[in-house]
């Protein structure tokens, strides 16, 4: 939908850790503060809060009373990896209605053992999934890899252009956790993992948190003199779900992408951050989200130049798969960079011209389709 | 308490909704649902029909389909199953019009090739009373 007075006003980040056992509640509170640091916003002038994790077993009342957040409006964002693009929906709803005028929105993840958090699998995957040995998701997204490849006839080059062009992005990238650079003989002799998916689709778990704030514009006004606004937004949960025959290359952004671009232009984005737990999930959305024909990922990526000084800039600070994953940080990792972005706060990966971002959200693969959770937005930058 | 265990491999934890589907399993059928109302045929076992939200009935299938994509998993998620990797985790679309996830068993399942015909057959479990039901090539 068309929005017009809805800001993002700020971000917050903490280091990523493959090793951290500090807890998740702490790292929330890093990102916050860094957040709360960059603008100057008294803690007390937050009146919603969301969270997004799996990694800390509280309901989201609790984690707000913990952090002692005394709110008007309180959500658990869990939708997987679009809880980050789904959240700053619902705040956005919640400040056009007029319950608040500050939201703070925050993912993360640790792996803090003292706190048990182990989640059962879901009906379906424990029952009808996990007891024939699969691998996680990345059996998951193989399955879909595979045939894609075999339907298109796309090549693992080109799912490994998408890679190699998202590390040469983390190479300036402080936060990524890898930071040196990949060739394409290092993609393919990448250890498998579940065929056709390697080692380098795969993103690295790790612990860390983000966080955003999104404020009315009038609140915003007084936050910052960088006014980044909610453009247009759109979602859809468990697409196909009747469709027996459903096809599992094809994920909910051909919908999302159809209500954003009713909205704006394809062309007037300057820089795209799509949710990538595996190179094939970015080249699928690419093409669902109409940039180019359903399975023309591969030549598409073949004809431009990805990376964030390309005429397509994607995820350009790395990504999750080379920054890493925190869990369900990821979904938000995709915001702060394209705030970053258009505050022109990107040292070493700065895209030239950063006046409109695309962002997006995908979560939950589920059972004989593909994602459950697709969503999407669009952020510009006004004078 | 707390002995250290070796990991069990994943077993079903059978509920209201899907106990007369493992019920079949372990007799060596393979049952789907069948809505009352539209007749739409679904995998896996829900409480309505996933289009019109009807009733649904069982049916037992032919067991009978192709591969619709596969992959061989070399790191399972969950450890008990590292002995038998490579795992041949595969979709396959069921005669009846459903894709069913499942594994690729028996010795000549390192051939598959994406389109191959498969039949079921139900693998024996640590369970006595648990069969899941898998495929082989046709």
């Known amino acids: 939908m068309r929005r017009s007075k809805v800001c993002f006003v700020g971000y917050g980040s903490t280091e990523y850790s493959r090793n951290s056992e500090a807890s998740a509640l702490s790292y929330y509170a890093d990102a916050i503060r860094d957040a709360l640091k960059r603008t100057g916003i008294d803690k007390k002038e937050i009146r919603g809060f969301s969270i997004t994790t ?28 679009a809880g980050g693009v789904m959240s700053v929906r619902r705040a956005a709803d919640a400040i056009e209605c007029g319950h608040l005028d500050l939201a703070l929105l925050v993912g993360g993840n640790s792996f803090d053992r003292s706190t048990p958090t182990q989640r059962q699998l ?89 966080c955003i704030l999104l404020a009315s514009e009038q ?3 007084q936050i910052t003199d ?51 737990d595996y190179p094939i999930a970015v080249m699928i959305q690419i093409e669902d989200l109409g940039y180019c024909q359903k399975g023309e990922g591969g030549k ?21 798969l080379s920054v890493g994953q925190a869990g369900l940080a990821g979904g938000y990792l995709h915001l702060v960079e394209a705030l970053r972005q258009l505050r022109c706060e990107a040292e070493g990966h700065q895209v030239k011209k950063a006046d409109r971002a695309l962002v997006t959200g995908i979560g939950w693969l589920n059972y004989g389709r593909n994602l459950g959770t697709t969503a999407a937005l669009v952020m510009e930058r006004r004078k | ?64 389909g192709k591969v619709h994509t596969f992959t061989l998993v070399r790191v399972p998620r969950n450890p008990a199953f590292k002995e038998e990797t490579p795992i041949y985790y595969i979709n396959v679309i069921l005669d ?20 191959d015909r498969v039949k079921a057959v139900f693998l024996e479990t640590h369970d006595p009373k648990i069969k899941l039901p898998c495929f082989e090539l046709a």
């Open chain 1, 54 to 81: 799996q990694a800390s077993p509280d309901y989201s009342p609790h984690v707000a009373e913990q952090l002692g957040l005394e709110v008007d409006w309180v959500l658990n964002g869990d939708y997987g990896g």
């Open chain 1, 300 to 320: 598409f990526v073949d004809h431009h130049d990805l990376t964030y000084n390309g005429d397509f800039p994607v995820n350009t600070g790395g990504g999750e």
């Open chain 1, 219 to 221: 609140k915003a006004k």
């Open chain 1, 226 to 276: 960088k006014l980044v606004y909610l453009v247009t937004d759109a979602e859809i949960s468990h697409y196909q779900v009747a469709n027996m025959l459903p096809d599992k290359t094809t994920f909910g952004q051909k919908v999302v992408g159809e209500r954003i671009f009713s909205e704006i232009k394809r062309e007037d984005i300057d820089l795209f951050e799509i949710y990538d």
């Open chain 1, 122 to 210: 879901e009906y379906q995957r424990g029952n009808f999934v996990d007891v024939f040995g699969y691998g996680g998701p990345n059996s998951l997204m193989a399955l879909i890899q595979r045939l894609h490849m075999n339907n298109y006839g796309t090549t693992l080059e080109q799912i490994g252009k998408i890679a190699i062009a998202q590390r040469f992005n983390a190479l300036n990238n402080p936060q990524a956790l890898f930071r040196q650079a990949m060739s394409m003989q290092d993609y393919l002799n990448s250890r498998m993992i579940s065929d056709p998916i390697r080692l380098f689709d795969c993103v690295m778990p790790c612990s860390g948190a983000e």
């Open chain 2, 96 to 115: 009846e019009g459903v894709i069913i996830e499942s594994r690729l068993v028996g010795d000549s399942r390192d051939k598959v090739k994406m389109g």
């Open chain 2, 1 to 64: 308490m707390a002995e250290a265990r070796t990991p069990q491999k994943s077993l079903p934890k059978i509920n209201k909704v899907d106990q007369r589907f493992w019920d079949g399993a372990a007799a060596g059928k393979l049952l789907l649902q069948k809505c009352k109302s539209c007749g739409k045929v679904q995998f896996f076992p829900r409480v309505a029909c996933v289009d019109c939200f009807g009733e649904l009935d069982w049916i037992e299938s032919k067991g009978s």
